[in-house]
């Protein structure tokens, strides 16, 4: 379900687009209906030009009026409901085939204030799964930017700068930060989590929620995923700025012959027994994930308590230990060198020269392929610029979107 709020006049419709299935239907419905949470989240102040209008305008309190619920869907007359939603707690609003489409259009009138601000989005992604972004819109005649990694959280330094003159979305994707967790082993799938099934998430995120072509700027294993989706769906994506991609030196044809069958029944131990939940609990901590941001930010400083938190607290959310030990398992699926070649739009990477996971002697083969249109390097910056330089990468996006604003 997704929920993206414009600042423009103080009476504004919410529209909030979902594919849900009969069983997910109820949970996914109930709508907080909470006026103070609302207020919250919804409103912002007001400029005024006098220090007299202000005061009025301060001994006024928001208020949210009218609040009305619309389902409409292309199969039957669109259906109104006014507050309360639900007389009864276990009350079915309606029901649908299963697998119909629909929309949830919430209205509302607010009073003495206006509607602004960066808001998050929530979408219920193929059979109920429900997917993490923010996103801010304005203007829609300019460029479109949306951020790639395991977790948005992770381009907060970029995203109010880039928004500025882009509309601008960031993603998490499946298994990561407050996306759904799904465990593998239910789903029947194997390697669900995989660059394919992430490439199409961010293909879908593109159609469903952005609703236009997109930049990806990506950095580490969200590399591999634009440069997926984009080969999947080449239509909607305008160019790609790759940050230290991973170059996946765990990856089966990278690994030593005879060390082979060793990496792949540690692997199995970490999946099959209770070492991989005792492993990932002493790696769950704020000590342990402080050590290890550390380790790749070349200017430790950058490694703040609120860095970590946004690290560590989605990791803590049911089901993600059952994310971890299958991706950590995970050596097959395509590599840098094996996607760049397939993309058709503008690529860009740019590297940190003092991460020490991916190596900048290794990286820099990757600025030999022609559909890299250049090799920039980060002096003294380590393995996610984006957090830890962003003074040197939102002039770098900046640059390369204007260069291809019009692909």
Known sequence: MSAIVEPISPSKALIMDTMMDENNQQENMKMQDDESLMEEQFLGSSDHSTSDEVEAEN????????????????????????EPFFSTPKECLFTLKEASRYKLKFSFTVSNNVVCGLKYINTTWKTGVRVRGTGRAIPSDTSIVATVALRSDHWRKNLPVLAQ???????????????????????GVENFYSFETWGSQLNDFCKDVIGDKAFFICNSIGGLVGLQAAILEPQLCRGILLLNISLRMLHITKQPWFGRPLIKAFQNLLRNTELGKFFFKSVATPKAVKNILCQCYYDTSQVTDELVQAILL??????????????????????????????????????GDKDPWEPIELGRAYGNFDTVEDFVVLPNVGHCPQDEAPHLVNPLVESFVARHANV
Do not use: M, T
């Open 59 to 82: 001994e006024l309190e928001p208020e949210v009026q009218e609040p009305k619920l619309y389902i409409i869907c292309p199969e039957r007359p669109e259906l109104v409901l006014c």
């Open 165 to 187: 003159s882009h509309r601008v979305f960031s993603i998490d994707l499946i298994g990561y930060g407050y996306s759904d967790k799904p465990n593998p082993r239910e789903l």
């Open 314 to 351: 989605p990791g803590l959310e049911p089901g993600a230990v059952d994310v971890f030990l299958e991706f950590i398992c995970y050596s097959a699926g395509p590599l840098p060198e094996e996607l760049l070649p397939q993309v058709k739009c503008p690529v860009l990477v740019a590297w």
